[in-house]
Each structure stands twice: as structure tokens, then as C-alpha cells.
């Protein structure tokens, strides 16, 4: 084949693969935007941040390929390892309940796909976040680094006892349950901060449950009923 043809036909190739590739973008564009609209905003999310990063975030990018389809729909999605991405529609709420400011110091306790850290990223300076499965850490390590969040620090590591090294933080989120508040977290979390966890039974449903600290001592509110995967490690031990 003649170089000029060669070139031509290759020339050719990428421009349609990157038509392609755009048309996919756009496609996931509208899709995460009507989420916000209907699931998300429709719901009674009013943060401007929040509905800005969660319209912002691809969150496709984040979950297997053959689920990318379904990546804008609110509901729960499988990673691997008995383990999901959350629901938008509570990755916002719990953002959003936080009140975070862009000079916040922000932990999260079960790192997971990485999604949640990426919404927080977006919104505050420095994002610490652990994850007791090493698969999930290092995946979402390897995804948030490829992504450019330059400000999220993944630790492989039981969450339960925090991450001292970088106490303390302005909010904690735990993204799984626990029938207590493990003790650790609570000393690593500033005066007048904030720590969001589903509280209560790990097998059926908890209550998204926010605590600020207040003379040392957690002032709790209870938010409204979810469903989260059970935190593991050290918590299943009780107090």
C-alpha cells in the first residue's frame, strides 16, 4: 500500500474513533444532566456546588463498561467484591448535609470506585480517604490519579482508626454502616466539625445519621433511612 494511502485510511480512522468517542461524551453529558434534574435537583438537593459537581463528575468512569449504560439511572451499582457505588441521589445528599467549604480537610472512610472522593475533590482542598479492600484501593487510586485529582490521597488501610497522620479534618464521611461511630474518627475530627454515617443494623436499613462535634461531645441528627453495604475490620467488634 502507497504511504500517501496509508496515511489517508489512518487519518481517516482516527477522525471517525474521535467523532465517535465525542458523540459517547455528549450522550453521557445529557444523561448525567437529566439526572441532576430529575433524581438529583428534583429531589430537593438546593446546594449550587453540589448540583455543579454532580453534573460535572463521570461517573460512567467509574463503574465496569458493560454498566456504563446505566451509570445516570439512581440507584446503586455493583464494583466488584460484594461492594457498590452509591446511589447519586445520597452521594449528593450527604455532600451536600456537610456543608463543606473549599479550604475543608475532608476523610472518607470506604473509598470503594472512588466516585464520592472525586464529588468531594471538586468541592474542598484535600480529600484523605481509605478503603479495607486493597482490589477496590488500588483501582481507585490508579482511576482518581488517571482522572487528574491531584488532591485525593487514597490509603489502603481499616478505616475505623482514621488517618491520624493528617488530623485533624473539618468532615468525615463514612460510606458504609456501622452500629456506632467508631472512637478514633471522633477524636480525629476537628471542633465543630462534621461526620456523616448511615448508623444503626448493618443487615437491613440505618439512618443517614449527621454529627457535630461540639465541646468535644457529638451533637447527632438524623437525616433520613438508607440502605448501606456493612463496614468491616475492627467495627465488627463493637465499642
Do not use: C
Not at 482516527?14 to 455528549?26: F, L, R
Not at 446503586?76 to 455532600?95: D, H, K, N, R, W
Not at 456543608?99 to 470506585?113: H, I, N
Amino acid at each position: 500500500m502507497a504511504p500517501k494511502k496509508f496515511l489517508y485510511i489512518l487519518l481517516s480512522a482516527i477522525i471517525v474513533i474521535s467523532a465517535v468517542s465525542a458523540y459517547s461524551e455528549d450522550i453521557y453529558k445529557n444523561r448525567r444532566q437529566m439526572m441532576v434534574e430529575k433524581d438529583i435537583k428534583g429531589r430537593g438537593i438546593r446546594d449550587k456546588k453540589v448540583l455543579e459537581v454532580i453534573g460535572k463528575v463521570p461517573r460512567h468512569l467509574f463503574v465496569d463498561e458493560y454498566l456504563r449504560g446505566r451509570a445516570y439511572e439512581d440507584y446503586p451499582l455493583p464494583i466488584g467484591e460484594g461492594q457498590t457505588i452509591s446511589q447519586p441521589y445520597v452521594v449528593a445528599l450527604m455532600t451536600e448535609v456537610l456543608r463543606l467549604r473549599p479550604t475543608d480537610k475532608v476523610l472518607e472512610v470506604g473509598t470503594g470506585s472512588g466516585y464520592q472522593a472525586a464529588v468531594l475533590a471538586e468541592i474542598v482542598k484535600d480529600v484523605y480517604t481509605i478503603e479495607i479492600r486493597r482490589g477496590l484501593a488500588e483501582k481507585a487510586e490508579k482511576r482518581l490519579k488517571d482522572m487528574g485529582y491531584k488532591n485525593v490521597k487514597v490509603k489502603y488501610a481499616d478505616g475505623y482508626f482514621g488517618w491520624e497522620e493528617y488530623a485533624p479534618f473539618d468532615a468525615i464521611i463514612i460510606t458504609a454502616s456501622a452500629n456506632h461511630i467508631p472512637p478514633p474518627l471522633i477524636k480525629q475530627l476537628r471542633e465543630g466539625g462534621r461526620l456523616i454515617i448511615p448508623l444503626g443494623s448493618t443487615v437491613y436499613y440505618q439512618t443517614l445519621t449527621l454529627a457535630t462535634k461540639t465541646k468535644g461531645e457529638l451533637d447527632l441528627e438524623q437525616i433520613t433511612s438508607v440502605a448501606f453495604v456493612p463496614m468491616v475490620g475492627e467495627v465488627q467488634k463493637g465499642r
